[in-house]
């Protein structure tokens, strides 16, 4: 199964996809975590990549497919993947599909979380006080709803038309919203 995860900054994406990882036994991709780790690195790509995230802005699309080009083509994702935090705009959304074109995949369903945004602020500030992300704090945080609303909205109902998107409700424990989740994929068995 190939599950894309979308949702504003602070919906719970990177949160649900590790639960569901052990749930599902797929891999999970998220560029958001492959970004961070070149940056601790120091690699030049993730230096750059970190002055732009700490901006709250998106890192270029280019940058962005030659990483998820290079993930998608390993072995681990051949029966499948939750990729979280991919595609952010309509052209990345593009550039998925003609990846996943050229290997013989296609997306199953997108998994859109919802929260309102006072909700999302909030997370943001309370992770940013617990682990000292520059990207969680101020007017950071209201720049990348900003990007998120002019940007990434607009890829929800680019999978609408495609009749791949599902909405779940992200306001609740982290329990709760992964039980609605494994329930639209129909894998609420498994989770009893
Ligand atoms: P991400 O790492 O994807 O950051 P995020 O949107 O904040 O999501 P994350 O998965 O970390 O957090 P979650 O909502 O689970 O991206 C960071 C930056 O990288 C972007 O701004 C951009 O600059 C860059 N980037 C990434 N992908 C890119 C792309 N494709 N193109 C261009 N640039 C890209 O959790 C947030 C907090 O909420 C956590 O503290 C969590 O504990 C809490 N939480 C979650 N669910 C909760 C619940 N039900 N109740 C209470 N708290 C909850």
Do not use: C, W
């Not at 593009?94 to 909030?122: C, F, N, Y």
């Amino acid at each position: 199964m190939r599950i894309v995860l979308l949702g504003a900054p602070g919906s719970g994406k990177g949160t649900q996809a590790k639960l569901m990882v052990e749930r599902l036994g797929l891999p999970h991709i998220s560029t958001g975590v492959l970004l961070r780790n070149a940056a601790k690195r120091g690699t030049a790509l993730g230096l750059k990549a970190k002055s732009i995230i700490d901006k709250g802005e998106l890192v270029p699309d280019d940058i962005m497919s030659d990483m998820i080009e290079e993930r998608l083509s390993r072995d681990d994702v051949a029966d499948g993947f939750i990729l979280d935090g991919y595609p952010r705009n309509l052209a990345q959304a593009k550039s998925l599909d003609t990846m996943l074109d050229r290997l013989g995949q296609s997306t199953d369903v997108a998994i859109q979380i919802d929260v309102d945004l006072e909700q999302v602020i909030r997370r943001l500030a309370k992770r940013a006080k617990e682990e000292g992300r520059a990207d969680d704090s101020g007017e950071v945080v209201r720049h990348r709803m900003r990007v998120y609303h002019e940007q990434t909205a607009p890829v929800i109902d680019y999978y609408a038309n495609r009749g791949l998107l599902t909405h779940v409700l992200g306001d609740g424990t982290v329990e709760e919203v992964l039980e609605r989740i494994l329930s639209v994929l129909n894998m609420n068995q498994t989770a009893a």
